[in-house]
Structures are given as structure tokens and as C-alpha cells.
């Protein structure tokens, strides 16, 4: 059974850090590129970054360029996402999923096969 894992999500002040892990199990997810989504409440899910199996390729949404970092660990089949200057509107539940190819830098939700179920980040100002 392929799993997604998420964990690292919790309780931070403004101005914060916090560090995402994505665990997978049950396969390896060679050649797949890796996401992270988040969906804030009443809003959708919306994307936040990528990054290709090798790592030389990320992408990021405009709102977190330059404060978040995704990086990934393939031997332990793992992505982090490094999320720095945190603001209360990055409060929500971000997910990771995992997709075999992508377009668009990656923000086409409908192209990631596999999900996890999310892990909650709250952000008080």
C-alpha cells in the first residue's frame, strides 16, 4: 500500500519557522516529481511548491518565493519543505502529493497521483 506521510506541522508565531517531512512507503517514487499543496479554511487547495526527482528543478508559488525551500532526500524517499517568516495567512493544512510528470511548474493538482493527508500549520500573529 503506497502512503504519503506528512508530519512537522503545528503551532508557530509570525515571523517563525517550521519544517514539513513527506514520508513514502510501499514504493519508491523514482522519476516522480514531488509537491506540497495547502488549503486554507473556506478556501481550496492551492499549490505551494515542487521539485523534480533530481532536485535541480523547484518551483514555488509567487506567495511563498523566497521564504519556503523544498528539498528532498530520494535514499529516504522523503521531501521537506523549510518554511521560514511564517504569516498568518500560511495557516492551513498542507499536503504533500507525488505526481509522474507535471506541466505548468508543477500547480496542476489533477496531475499528482498520490496524496497525503495532511498535517496542520497554524500561524499566530
Known amino acids: 500500500q503506497v502512503q504519503l506521510v506528512e508530519s512537522g506541522g503545528g503551532l508557530v508565531q509570525a515571523g517563525g519557522s517550521l519544517r514539513l517531512s513527506c514520508a513514502a512507503s510501499g514504493r519508491t517514487f523514482r522519476n516522480y516529481v514531488k509537491g506540497w499543496f495547502r488549503q486554507a479554511p473556506g478556501k481550496e487547495r492551492e499549490f505551494v511548491a515542487a521539485?523534480?526527482?533530481?532536485?535541480?528543478?523547484?518551483y514555488y508559488a509567487d506567495s511563498v518565493k523566497g521564504r519556503f525551500t523544498i528539498s528532498r532526500d530520494n535514499a529516504k524517499n522523503t521531501v521537506y519543505l523549510q518554511m521560514n517568516s511564517l504569516k498568518p495567512e500560511d495557516t492551513a493544512v498542507y499536503y504533500c502529493?507525488?505526481?509522474?510528470?507535471?506541466?505548468?511548474?508543477?500547480?496542476?493538482?489533477?496531475?499528482?497521483?498520490?496524496w497525503g493527508q495532511g498535517t496542520q500549520v497554524t500561524v499566530s500573529s
Open positions: 521539485i523534480t526527482w533530481s532536485g535541480g528543478i523547484t
Open positions: 502529493a507525488a505526481a509522474p510528470w507535471v506541466t505548468n511548474r508543477g500547480s496542476f493538482q489533477r496531475e499528482y497521483e498520490y
